[in-house]
């Protein structure tokens, strides 16, 4: 029979798993909210909803490894739910070329979209103001790589995009990012250079793919997936690089 504390523990852990649900639920609304009305203060919801308990903002999903199945009942993690949105949005995409096309009486407005006031600031040299994302070689995140993208308040004027300086994340942001931006510079290796051996080693510095597979199984990971995209030409030096047939789909 079940100890008095144990019980405790497992309503807890109920009321924990059902908030999780919960939580997701709500997520989950509030982006088909965003998709269907592109509203900022709606995105901006959004954004806190996801906020963490450190004060970061969870932009991005994660996936979960093949062990991770009990996991994946217990708080009913819709797998699906990326590659639903993704067929959706190329629906939308599909439907909104149509009618830019075909809409003869379409007008503009100007939105809260950046790109025309970026513009607009670079030609009449009236500074705007935005956050925006530049290479770090004036180190304006000191803690992270030169050669990485940052996202930091910007300054636009005649002289362009010039960011501002921020000085060092807390050293546990910062780390969470370099282990993002190790493999990234190493894809950029493998792509600048062609070389499988940076597909490799990208694969291998990716926490979630090293802590699934072997340095063996990732390296053969990455080759059924190099033929499955049709690359293989693309990593033979001297040799002109054959599009896939796969690309013009």
Same mark, same amino acid.
């Given at each position: 029979m079940a100890t008095i504390e144990e019980l405790e523990r497992?309503?807890?852990?109920?009321?924990?798993?059902?908030?999780?649900?919960?939580?997701?639920? &709500?997520?989950?609304?509030?982006?088909?909210?965003?998709?269907?009305?592109?509203? &900022?203060?709606?995105?901006?919801?959004?954004?806190?909803?996801?906020m963490t308990a450190d004060g970061t903002i969870v932009t991005a *999903?994660?996936?979960w490894g093949p062990d991770k199945t009990e996991l994946i009942e217990e708080f009913n993690i819709p797998l699906d739910e990326y590659p639903r949105r993704c067929i959706r949005q190329i629906e939308r995409w599909r439907e909104r070329?149509?009618?830019?096309?075909?809409? #003869?009486?379409?007008?503009? /407005?100007?939105?809260?979209?950046y790109g025309s006031y970026i513009m607009e600031a670079m030609e009449t040299d009236v500074p705007f103001r935005i956050g925006g994302n530049i290479l770090n070689d004036g180190r304006f995140i000191t803690n992270l790589p030169s050669n990485s993208v940052v996202e930091v308040p910007c300054?636009?004027? &005649?002289?362009?995009?010039? !960011?501002?300086?921020?000085?060092?994340?807390?050293?546990?942001l910062a780390a969470l990012n370099r282990? /993002?931006?190790?493999?990234q510079l190493c894809t950029l290796e493998a792509v600048f250079n062609r070389s499988k051996d940076s597909v490799y080693q990208a694969a291998m510095l990716d926490p979630h793919t090293?802590?699934?597979?072997?340095? $063996? $199984?990732?390296? #053969?990971?990455?080759?059924?997936?190099?033929?499955?995209?049709?690359?293989?030409? *693309?990593? #033979?030096? !001297?040799?002109? *690089? &054959?599009?896939?047939k796969m690309w013009h789909a």
């Open positions: 497992r309503i807890v852990r109920l009321e924990e798993t059902e908030n999780v649900k919960r939580a997701m639920a &709500r997520v989950g609304r509030w982006m088909d909210r965003c998709d269907f009305t592109n509203a &900022r203060t709606d995105v901006e919801f959004l954004a806190n909803e996801l *999903f994660g996936t070329s149509h009618e830019l096309v075909s809409n #003869k009486k379409l007008t503009h /407005k100007r939105t809260h979209e300054l636009v004027d &005649r002289n362009g995009v010039q !960011g501002t300086y921020v000085g060092d994340l807390p050293e546990q282990t /993002k931006i190790n493999t090293s802590a699934e597979l072997s340095l $063996d $199984d990732i390296r #053969k990971m990455c080759d059924e997936m190099i033929k499955a995209h049709e690359m293989e030409s *693309f990593f #033979k030096k !001297g040799k002109a *690089f &054959r599009m896939p």
